[in-house]
């Protein structure tokens, strides 16, 4: 997981989007809420109350010193601005891990990651799906802050990359 390999690299305090997502409904962390694509914990509104939480999370971990990573899908394009807002208002940096993969690579991880149910995310195939054909790309103004990642490689191979190293300095700066 990159968002694993950024916290050991940086030492940051990591937030994941699903485990808040469980908290806010007073759920467990590996509780499967089997409500499908869209709906009940997944509607437009939870989406809206998740990532104002994880902004709010976020902005008091900041002002006590430490750096966060938010790891969570930011599909579309209010939350990124969301994000980025705080960060400019906190005078912190900013950064975007555009995390790229194939489609069969992103597949596989799915399955393997719900074989093991040792995680707290819901994301299945559909869901998959649904978030390739509905995400906002990353747009012109926001490429300034985003570093793709080629997301396919193994960790180990990843961190020795140009772009792992341009993401360690966006966000060590």
């Known amino acids: 997981m990159v968002s694993r390999a950024l916290l050991q690299a940086l030492g940051a305090v990591r937030i994941r989007s699903d485990v808040e997502r469980k908290r806010l409904h007073h759920m467990a962390m590996l509780e ?23 902004a709010q999370i976020a902005r008091n971990i900041l002002k006590a010193g430490y750096t966060v990573i938010l790891d969570a899908a930011f599909l579309r394009r209010w ?5 980025r807002d705080m960060a400019r208002e906190l005078g912190v940096s900013f950064a975007i891990a555009s995390l790229q993969a194939p489609e069969p690579v992103l597949r596989a991880r799915i399955l393997r990651r719900h074989s093991g149910g040792l995680d707290a995310s819901d994301a299945d195939l559909a869901v998959l799906s649904h978030q390739l054909a509905t995400q906002d790309p990353i747009a012109e103004e926001e ?4 570093v793709t990642l080629p997301a396919a490689l193994p960790l180990e191979t990843l961190a020795a990359t140009a772009e792992w190293r341009a993401l360690l300095e966006r966000v060590s700066s």
């Open 79 to 83: 939350q990124r601005n969301l994000m």
């Open 32 to 54: 499967r809420s089997a409500c499908g694509v869209a709906a009940g914990i997944y509607t437009e509104e939870t989406h809206q109350r998740v990532y104002h939480h994880l």
């Open 143 to 146: 490429r300034a802050h985003a």
